[in-house]
T-cell receptor, first 113, second 113 residues
Framework: ETGVTQSPTHLIKTRGQQVTLRCSSQ?????VSWYQQALGQGPQFIFQ???????GRGNFPPRFSGLQFPNYSSELNVNALELDDSALYLC????????????FGPGTRLLVL | DQQVKQNSPSLSVQEGRISILNCDYT??????FLWYKKYPAEGPTFLIS?????DKNEDGRFTVFLNKSAKHLSLHIVPSQPGDSAVYFC????????????FGSGTQLTVLP
């Protein structure tokens, strides 16, 4: 059974650019949630995907978007990057019927210059 | 508006003694509470959870207590070990189809040998 994996591990972008982060969910998990963790803070919910559709969204602007694929893997896309987007981006997978247990990947560290 | 608060950014405890980490919440709609442990360069690792209908859950050295009237929960680690040194996040799970986690800001626990 493989755990949650994310790629890339680190990324440096400049303001205004676009970025795509990837997440492979734990085997058998059909729900993926994305979180942003700024330095010194707890993770903040961005959105969740289930059955290839967005299933809930936190307080993030539309330039944060996502996709889920038939194999349950997921992408997070951020357009028009801003300096404040610099953070650790975490994805978590779970079963839709058991979201009390969400397993996190190691995260992607994004730096926007 | 922080719905989940961890008011102690850090805690130091002697090895073998009890560690008590505290968490307060404001939203009565949360129906599950979880504790995660995070090492640097890793994603959060699930530790223990408690349903809002219970007041205590125990798993080995870890016990979580929930006081619904005070909207307060705590994590007890007995006995504390140096390997427990990490950032501990309290998280609350919202009810509904998209069960997002709302995290506190974390408490850095240091267990001194």
């Amino acid at each position: 059974e493989t755990g949650v994996t994310q790629s890339p591990t680190h990324l440096i972008k400049t303001r205004g650019q676009q970025v795509t982060l990837r997440c492979s969910s734990q085997s058998g998990h059909n729900t993926v949630s994305w979180y942003q963790q700024a330095l010194g803070q707890g993770p903040q919910f961005i959105f969740q995907y289930y059955r290839e559709e967005e299933n809930g969204r936190g307080n993030f602007p539309p330039r944060f978007s996502g996709l889920q694929f038939p194999n349950y893997s997921s992408e997070l896309n951020v357009n028009a990057l801003e300096l404040d987007d610099s953070a650790l981006y975490l994805c978590a997978s779970s079963l839709a019927t058991n979201q009390e247990t969400q397993y996190f990947g190691p995260g992607t560290r994004l730096l926007v210059l | 508006d922080q719905q989940v608060k961890q008011n102690s950014p850090s805690l130091s405890v002697q090895e073998g003694r009890i560690s008590i980490l505290n968490c307060d919440y404001t939203n009565s709609m949360f129906d599950y509470f979880l504790w995660y442990k995070k090492y640097p360069a890793e994603g959060p690792t699930f530790l223990i959870s408690i349903s809002s209908i219970k007041d205590k859950n125990e798993d080995g050295r870890f016990t979580v207590f929930l006081n619904k009237s005070a909207k307060h929960l705590s994590l007890h680690i007995v006995p504390s070990q140096p390997g427990d040194s990490a950032v501990y996040f309290c998280a609350a799970l919202s009810s509904g189809s998209a069960r997002q986690l709302t995290f506190g800001s974390g408490t850095q626990l240091t267990v001194l040998p």
